[in-house]
């Protein structure tokens, strides 16, 4: 078995981040710059625990993590916060019965 090394270069701190993403306000790729050099904060939307997962969810949950770990590998401190969305708002409560809202939707 052999090792494959990359051949990214790391960036010195306080440096831009070294990826380049598309900002949907600007429409254009444009480097992601930290608020605070050499820490990158990322918060990302997490499941929604009413259904089961699907492929769809997949992709949100691999770029968040790929874009983590890039990100360390270049050398920057990473902050990630992932929510997990309750189903209580995506119920009607006009129904509620008091029943545990994960138990009803599971039936």
Known sequence: MHTVRSTLPRLARGTG????LYNTMTRRKEELRPLEAGRVSIYS???TV???AHIGNLRTYM???VLTRSLE???HDTHQ???ITD???LTDDSFDRGEDKMLV???
């Open 50 to 52: 009413y259904r089961f």
């Open 81 to 83: 916060v992932m929510n």
């Open 87 to 89: 189903v209580g708002y």
């Open 105 to 107: 939707s599971a039936r």
């Open 63 to 65: 770029f968040a993590d």
């Open 73 to 75: 590998y270049l050398g």
């Open 45 to 47: 939307c997490g499941p």
């Open 17 to 20: 981040s070294g990826i380049r």
